[in-house]
C-alpha cells in the first residue's frame, strides 16, 4: 500500500518538528514515566479523560539511540497493543537532478514487488500474515517506509523493512513492469487539481532549483529512468546516518534496538570519493503560473511567501498565523460563528466552496501562504480577502486573536498526534529535521512564549511588502495581474 505524496506542514502530524542515548522528556517526562502514574496509563489507553495540562505532563518519552554505522533509532512506548515502525531517509526529489527526478517516486513502487530473498508474492503473504500494512511515500526532502503491526511483531516488521530499504528486487523485467503502473499513477495524479496547483507553486516560487521539482517526477523520466539509476541513487542516498528507524506503540526500545543492529548494521556509511549529497541551496522568485481552463467549474489559486524553515526560532510565530488565518469549506457549520475571520468573511459573501492556509516547511525555508478553490466570478474578492487578512497579521493583530489562535494550535497538535502511525511519522521526521523529538511540553512553552508583537514582527518580516509566488489553474480570467497582486502586499497609511 502507497501513501500519496505530502506537502509536510509545520506543526502537523506530517509536518513536525550526542550521546549514543538521549531522552527527550525533561525531568518531568522522566518522572511521571518512573511512578506510571493513572494519568499516563489513561493516556496510553487512548488519552481519554485527561486534561489539556494531563497530556502534557503524561506524554511519553522518546528514546533516541546511534548504531555504530550512524543509524538513529528512536521510539516512543505508549503501551498499545499495536506499533508502527518504519524507516525515513533524507531522500527526496530535492536531492534529484533534472535527468533521474523521479527515482525517488519510482523506487516506492519497486519496494512493493518483492526483494533478493522474497518475491512479491512471499512479501504480501508476510505482510498479510502477520495482519500488518506496509506504507510509503515520497516528499521534497525526506522518502519514507513504515509498517503497523501488533507489538509482539515488532522485531519481525523490523526485519521485512530492512529487505524492502535495503534488497529490493531491481531485475531488469521488474523496473520495465513498474513503469506502467508509475506511468498510470501520475496520469491519475493530474486530476487531483490541488496537488496540481501545489506543484506548480512550489515550481515557479523556486524556479531553477532543486525544490521546484515535484516529487512524482515528469512522464518523460518515468519513460526513461532506467535500473542503472535507480541503483546509483539508492547507492548515493540509503546511507545509515541519513536514516531514522522509528517506533511507537506497544515497543521496547532495547528490543528495538537489538532488531535494528541484526537487521540494519550493515547499512553503508561510507561514499566514494566526495559524493556526499547535499542539498542545494533555493532561492525563492516572487512569480507567477496561470493554467487557463475556462471548461473547468472550479478555479484552483495558491498564494504564497517565503517563510521560515524548520530550524528558525520564527517557525511557531508563523504556526499561529497560519492557525489565525484557518481553514473553510462550505460544508462546515457554524455560519457566520466561524472563528476564523476570514472564514466568516467567506460565508458572508459567498467567497469560495474552500480555502486552506498551509507552512509547508523544508531545512531552509517554506511557503506560507492559502489555497483556495472559488468559481470564475469571485477569484478577485477572495484574493483580496485573504492579501487583507495576512495585512491584518502584520498591523493589528490582537490579544484576544492571539490567544484563541494558541489555543487551536495546542489543539490540533494533540489531535493529530492520535494513534501510533502519526506519532511514529512525527518522530522520524522530527529526528531527521532536528536531531531530536521536540517534547509536547516544549512546544507548548514556545507558543506561550508568543506575544501580539512577536507576532506582528515576526509577520511583518515574512509577509509584509514581499514578492509573493501565486499559481493558478481553472476559469481563471478575473484573476488580477501580477503587479496588482503585488501592490496589495502592503498598505498606504498616514
Known sequence: RRARPRHPQCGDSDSEMAASVCRAGGLVGRAVGRVRTPALLCLRRGQSGLSYAQCLRSSPETQLTTLDNGLRVASQETGHP????????????????????????????????????????????????????LSAYTSREMSAYYMKALSQDL?????????????????????????AVVLRELEEAESGLQEVCLDLLHATAYQGTPLG??????????????????????SCHYKAPRMVLAAAGGVSHSELVAAARQHLSGVGFEYDGDAVPVAAPCRFTGSDVRVRDDAMPLAHVAIAVEGAGWESPDIVP???????????????????????????????????????SFNTCYSDTALFGIHFVTDKHHIEDMLHFAQAQWMMLCTTVTESDVARAKNLLKTSLLAQLDGTTPVCDDIGRQILSYGRHIPLAEWDARIDAVTPKLLRDVCSKYIYDKCPALAAVGPIEQLPDYNRIRSAMYWLRF
Open 318 to 356: 508563523l504556526m499561529i498565523a497560519r492557525t489565525l488565518i484557518g481553514n473553510y469549506d462550505v460544508t462546515y457549520g457554524g455560519d457566520k460563528n466561524l472563528s476564523s475571520r476570514l472564514s466568516q468573511l467567506a460565508v458572508q459573501h459567498g467567497l469560495c466552496h474552500s480555502f486552506q
Open 213 to 234: 521539482q515535484s516529487p512524482l517526477g515528469p512522464s518523460d523520466n518515468a519513460r526513461t529512468l532506467t535500473r542503472q539509476d535507480l541503483l546509483e541513487y539508492i
Open 155 to 179: 522485531p519481525r516488521a523490523v526485519e521485512l523493512l530492512s529487505e524492502v530499504v535495503g534488497s529490493a528486487a531491481l531485475g531488469d523485467s521488474d523496473v520495465e513492469r513498474q513503469r
Open 82 to 133: 499495536t506499533c508502527t515502525v518504519g524507516v525515513w531517509i533524507n531522500a527526496g526529489s530535492r536531492y534529484e537532478t533534472e535527468r533521474n527526478n523521479g527515482c525517488g517516486f519510482f523506487l516506492e513502487h519497486m519496494a512493493f514487488k518483492g526483494t533478493k530473498k522474497l518475491p512479491q508474492a512471499a512479501l504480501e503473504q508476510e505482510v498479510e500474515s502477520m495482519g500488518a500494512h
